[in-house]
């Protein structure tokens, strides 16, 4: 059996939370996962002990949550706002919730998911907001580090949709590069950041793709022919400075994100062993599966 300080994970229903739970059970590490939702818990395979029904949002609920734990992991944020919630409610007052917490408890390490690049786009909403918890997570005296990760796998989805209606659409000439990388490499890099010295961490997957060959992939993938149609790039532009000016930023803070983050190289240290070509055949098996009565 081995030994290892008390995890608390907050965000441990979401895409990487899971992957981090499976890390967690794999290595026999003493932990509790935080969540509202007790069942998507439980059907993880997680002990009562291991389960925490809270509500990040509710300061409240948090009491006491963190005895005796050693480390906070937080992948708590929302990509699209949903609930009527914000950026600002979720991405930095959630996490200051938890801050707040882990230093009432004392906790020694908190280990934030943020993004990569994420200080050059704080004018975006989402990262407005993660960057302003990493400012109060930098000053708040605690052991720290900052995970940056180059997009995640699911967030490639996009991709595949397009390839099951026969093209791919694409802004610019596609040739912007970028490594994701998947949540189960990601979730190794989240454990090992728990003893690990360096504040900050970027990483991305194995395999540094332009957008073009990503689009290739997922139309392989769908076992459809290499049709990509290029959007010239002032569309996107436009698009972004449209949907700021006479929308909310409850509607544009989501629009404005990839697209933003889709006109430009974003390459991260490599890590992993997950390729993306892989990932794009099995959701697509996985929804043929779905399909078949």
């Known amino acids: 059996m081995k030994t290892h300080k008390k995890i608390a994970l907050a965000g441990a229903t979401g895409y990487l939370g899971r992957h981090i739970v499976h890390q967690l059970l794999l ?17 993880l395979g997680l002990a009562e002990s291991q389960i925490a029904e809270v509500q990040v949002t509710e300061p409240e609920t948090l009491t006491n949550v963190f005895e005796g734990v050693d480390t906070v992991i937080s992948t708590v944020g929302i990509t699209r706002q949903k609930d009527g919630l914000t950026y600002m409610n979720v991405d930095y007052q959630a996490n200051m919730n938890l801050l707040n917490e ?16 994420g200080q050059q786009f ?4 989402i990262m407005e907001a993660k960057e302003k918890f990493v400012d109060a997570l930098q000053a708040s005296g605690l052991e720290y580090t ?9 967030d490639m989805q996009d991709f595949l949709d397009m390839a099951r209606r026969g093209r791919v659409y694409l802004f610019g000439n596609g040739e912007f590069k970028l490594n994701p990388i998947h949540g189960e490499d990601l979730a190794e890099v989240c454990l090992q950041a728990v003893d690990s010295n360096q504040t900050e ?11 073009n060959q990503i689009g ?5 993938a769908q076992s459809q022919p290499a049709k990509i149609t290029h959007i010239p790039d002032w569309v996107r532009k436009t698009a972004i400075t449209l949907v700021r000016t006479f929308t909310s930023s409850k509607t544009y803070g ?29 959701q697509a098996r996985n929804k043929e599966k779905v399909l078949v009565p």
């Not at 882990?102 to 690049?117: E, P, Q, T």
């Not at 900052?146 to 699911?154: A, I, K, Y």
């Not at 933003?260 to 055949?281: E, K, S, V, W």
């Open 254 to 282: 989501p629009i404005e994100f990839f697209p933003t983050m889709m006109g430009q190289d974003n390459i991260a240290p490599h890590y992993g062993h997950h390729r993306l070509a892989d990932f794009f055949r099995q």
């Open 216 to 220: 290739e992939l997922a139309l392989d």
């Open 122 to 125: 704080r004018h975006l909403k």
């Open 102 to 117: 882990a230093l009432s408890a004392g906790v020694r390490k908190f280990v934030y998911v943020s993004a990569v690049n």
């Open 146 to 154: 900052v995970l940056r990760p180059n997009g995640f796998f699911s």
């Open 27 to 43: 290595n026999r590490y003493e932990f509790v996962a935080l969540a509202r939702n007790v069942s998507k818990l439980q059907a």
């Open 201 to 211: 961490i970027s990483v991305g997957g194995p395999d540094v793709l332009t957008q």
